[in-house]
T-cell receptor, first 116, second 110 residues
Framework: GAGVSQSPSNKVTEKGKDVELRCDPISGHTALYWYRQSLGQGLEFLIYFQGNSAPDKSGLPSDRFSAERTGGSVSTLTIQRTQQEDSAVYLC??????????????FGSGTQLSVL | QQPVQSPQAVILREGEDAVINCSSSKALYSVHWYRQKHGEAPVFLMILLKGGEQKGHEKISASFNEKKQQSSLYLTASQLSYSGTYFCGTGPDSNYQLIWGAGTKLIIKP
């Protein structure tokens, strides 16, 4: 596609339910990032995928959060047993490569998650 | 360790200039600037690298002071389209991830 695509754009769920958020990066981008953006806050790093390397999961806030990336393309972020504090915008970004300091990120429009 | 952005918010008239600052407590190797409009994806503006190399737009420029560990974004003759929240990201960190500031909300009025 022309850009990074995320779905759904909005998700309302009940506390305790599981949710899956999807990210379809730009074709050919080997690096994929997940960020969480709470109201009035900056971007909080969650997880990073680069090619076939083991993902960097250092930003995941708890073991209720997990993510996978199939075939080096589409990624799914799963939140189990959602809590109200999980409510936020979840942004996905992709880029061509890793490790270079001048790397431009391409963001999706995000998924607004609301946990009731 | 999150970089500090200032001001938190600013309101300008169209045509006025704006300066947004980003300060870090850690040594900087690069500073990335993005703009995000409400409900939209953050959009790349500028990357500044240690050593002075700069990339970006024409009417939007930036400085990178390695000694002071800070960067400033300059918006000249602001346009209505400049409205949005500006984020700086500093890096790379030890795990190659950018660390983001909380953002500066810029409102441009006609």
């Amino acid at each position: 596609g022309a850009g990074v695509s995320q779905s759904p754009s909005n998700k309302v769920t009940e506390k305790g339910k599981d949710v899956e958020l999807r990210c379809d990066p730009i074709s050919g981008h080997t690096a994929l990032y997940w960020y969480r953006q709470s109201l009035g806050q900056g971007l909080e790093f969650l997880i990073y995928f680069q090619g076939n390397s083991a993902p960097d999961k250092s930003g995941l806030p708890s073991d209720r959060f997990s993510a996978e990336r199939t075939g080096g393309s589409v990624s799914t972020l799963t939140i189990q047993r959602t809590q109200q504090e999980d409510s936020a915008v979840y942004l996905c970004a992709s880029s061509l490569d890793k490790g270079r300091r001048n790397e431009k990120l391409f963001f999706g429009s995000g998924t607004q998650l609301s946990v009731l | 360790q999150q970089p500090v952005q200032s001001p938190q918010a600013v309101i300008l008239r169209e045509g006025e200039d704006a300066v947004i600052n980003c300060s870090s407590s850690k040594a900087l190797y690069s500073v990335h600037w993005y703009r995000q409009k409400h409900g939209e994806a953050p959009v790349f503006l500028m990357i500044l690298l240690k050593g002075g190399e700069q990339k970006g737009h024409e009417k939007i420029s930036a400085s990178f002071n390695e000694k002071k560990q800070q960067s400033s974004l300059y918006l000249t003759a602001s346009q209505l389209s400049y409205s949005g929240t500006y984020f700086c990201g500093t890096g790379p960190d030890s795990n190659y991830q950018l660390i983001w500031g909380a953002g500066t909300k810029l409102i441009i009025k006609p």
